[in-house]
Nanobody, 122 residues
Framework: VQLQASGGGLVQAGGSLRLSCAFS????????MGWFRQAPGKEREFVAG????????TYADAVKGRFTIYRDSIREIVYLQMNSLKPEDTAVYYC????????????????WGQGTQVTVSS
């Protein structure tokens, strides 16, 4: 399994970014996919997760209403659209895949991609 994350960058507060995570591997390995982030000096935290079967999504309270996770089933890419970004969203963002579509908000994912840096300036 390979997960290739991209789309990070530097943006001003209030701006938008879209992260992409390209999946390659067996379909049974990606029944659930998620985005996590880790800010300097902080623990990694859940951001958003999606069930591949029906696109059902779940979000951390901190990003509800601002971030949207969705997938392209044909290209096997998961996106994280981030709007109304705040300085506190600054972190390294990681995508992950799991074989179960349950427990998306836990960090019990079997497969992890490399991170992509998101920096939001005030």
């Amino acid at each position: 399994v390979q997960l290739q994350a991209s789309g990070g960058g530097l943006v001003q507060a209030g701006g938008s970014l879209r992260l992409s995570c390209a999946f390659s591997g067996r379909s049974s390995n990606r029944n659930g996919m998620g985005w996590f982030r880790q800010a300097p000096g902080k623990e990694r935290e859940f951001v958003a997760g999606i069930r591949w079967s029906n696109g059902g999504a779940t979000y951390a309270d901190a990003v509800k209403g601002r971030f949207t996770i969705y997938r392209d089933s044909i290209r096997e890419i998961v996106y994280l659209q981030m709007n109304s970004l705040k300085p506190e969203d600054t972190a390294v963002y990681y995508c992950a895949a799991k074989e179960s579509e349950y427990g998306l908000q836990t960090d019990r994912y079997q497969y992890w991609g490399q991170g992509t840096q998101v920096t939001v300036s005030s």
